[in-house]
């Protein structure tokens, strides 16, 4: 089982719907959990920081936390096509301190 | 404007030569860590510090890599002798305290074997 999993998609979502993002993680001692935008030929960006259960908006996003089911979720509102890109998911073990990334999901926004 | 700076951006080595990469972490930030990023194995962990210490380099193979922070400013990644296979985009990534440590990126540097 890998520490972070994520769908690798692609997700196509049409302009202005809800896109969601869903990933899970092993570690059940994790308490930082993390969304990173990746465009292409670029480096992760930092986009969303969640630590306590439930949800936190920024904008056109929330992230959304569920430790007792080691679950995290992104949801993008009215989708862009400039959000078209690799939405990475990672989790900072609190034992190790190591910050692991999930394979990401490419997210394709359609005008 | 705060950000992480690698160098170099691209390099083109032969295999066999020695490759280091450098970094310079956001400064105030304590904690530093170097991925990999490839198409199939996506962005692994090769090693991180604290406060200048090597705290982990589990996901480094260790005959052919090493990484060192000689001073709060630089961190760097050598590869020796690299191989074909160690083409990838090397990713370094600071950020500060023990708790949230928010990891903010650097561009990156493209590293092609031949």
């Known amino acids: 089982q890998k520490e972070v999993e994520q769908n690798s998609g692609p997700l196509s979502v049409p302009e202005g719907a809800i896109a969601s993002l869903n990933c899970t993680y092993s570690?059940?001692?994790?308490?930082?959990f993390f969304w990173y935008r990746q465009y292409s030929g670029k480096s992760p960006e930092l986009i969303m920081s969640i630590y306590s259960n439930g949800d936190k908006e920024d904008g056109r996003f929330t992230a959304q936390l569920n430790k007792a089911s080691q679950y995290v979720s992104l949801l993008i509102r009215d989708s862009q096509p400039s959000d078209s890109a690799t939405y990475l998911c990672?989790?900072?073990?609190?034992?190790?301190?190591?910050?692991?990334f999930g394979q990401g999901t490419t997210l394709q926004v359609k005008p | 404007d705060a950000r992480v700076t690698q160098t170099p951006r691209d390099k083109v080595t032969e295999m066999g030569q020695e490759v280091t990469m450098r970094c310079q972490p956001i400064?105030?930030?304590?904690?530093v860590f170097w991925y990999r990023q490839t198409m199939m194995q996506g962005l692994e962990l090769l090693a991180y510090?604290?406060?200048?210490?090597?705290?982990?380099d589990s996901g480094m193979p260790k005959d052919r890599f090493s990484a060192e922070m000689p001073d709060a400013t630089l961190a760097t990644l050598k590869i020796q002798p690299s191989e074909p296979r160690d083409s990838a985009v090397y990713f370094c990534?600071?950020?500060?305290?023990?708790?949230?440590?928010?990891?903010?990126f650097g561009q990156g540097t493209r590293l092609t074997v031949v």
């Open positions: 510090f604290r406060n200048r210490a090597p705290l982990d």
């Open positions: 400064l105030g930030h304590n904690t």
């Open positions: 570690d059940r001692g994790s308490q930082s």
């Open positions: 990672a989790v900072l073990s609190s034992n190790t301190g190591k910050l692991i």
């Open positions: 990534a600071s950020g500060k305290g023990q708790g949230g440590t928010e990891a903010f």
